[in-house]
């Protein structure tokens, strides 16, 4: 059992805007930054989204993050079939079940 | 460019202690700056954060495992360290290392540890 909430599955077709959603709660969330990453499949997972919204060097300006309360969302634009993986929340979290705690993961797939 | 890289025995014993490595290249493990740390995937399910330890020495500790588990730095070989004790066939999954400055931006490439007899 997570302690961040993500939706199993997603999907969209090429070109298509996708969003994933993470909910939360007032111990990570709703006090702390959001993080999301990409794990391809067989590798290692990759940081996509830091603090909220922000994108690392390389990662395109398709993929976008924003936080509202104690949820979060990754949105991705221009979907392409290269986008097709698992997207993880993260946060960081004040209580036990701390600091960092992760959702279960969504599979994005491109139909 | 910070690297890491996971090492240690791909198959363990039921009962017995996991003993992983994970060796920093491209940056201090002494740096004030980091923390390190161990997140775990089970074959086909999601990541789950297994402890992390800061350079001073603090250590944090996924309660559902914290009986079970040690991090610890060798500052001397540039390489933090994770033991679990008392495996079972539940602990057979993807060990990652890997760096944060709050949550992880660089991890390793992962290696399957196997609990089996």
């Known amino acids: 059992q997570s302690v961040l909430t993500q939706p199993p599955s997603a999907s969209g077709t090429p070109g298509q805007r996708v969003t994933i959603s993470c909910s939360g709660s007032s111990s990570n969330i709703g006090s702390n930054y959001v993080y999301w990453y990409q794990q391809l499949p067989g590798t290692a997972p990759k940081l996509l989204i830091y603090r909220n919204n922000q994108r690392p060097s390389g990662v395109p300006d398709r993929f976008s993050g924003s936080k509202s309360g104690t949820s979060a969302s990754l949105a991705i634009s221009g979907l392409r079939s290269e986008d097709e993986a698992d997207y993880y929340c993260a946060a960081w979290d004040d209580s036990l079940s701390g600091p960092w705690v992760f959702g279960g993961g969504t599979k994005l797939t491109v139909l | 460019q910070l690297q890491l890289q996971e090492s240690g025995p791909g198959l363990v014993k039921p009962s017995e202690t996991l003993s992983l490595t994970c060796t920093v290249s491209g940056g201090s493990i002494s740096s004030s700056s980091y923390y390190w740390g161990w997140i775990r995937q089970p074959p086909g399910k999601g990541l789950e954060w297994i402890g992390s330890i800061y350079y001073s020495g603090s250590t944090y500790y996924n309660p559902s495992l914290k009986s079970r588990v040690t991090i610890s730095v060798d500052t001397s070989k540039n390489q933090f360290s994770l033991k679990l004790s008392s495996v079972t066939a539940a602990d057979t999954a993807v060990y990652y290392c890997?760096?944060?400055?709050?949550?992880?931006?660089?991890w390793g490439q992962g290696t399957l540890v196997t609990v089996s007899s």
């Open positions: 890997a760096c944060a400055t709050v949550l992880p931006f660089s």
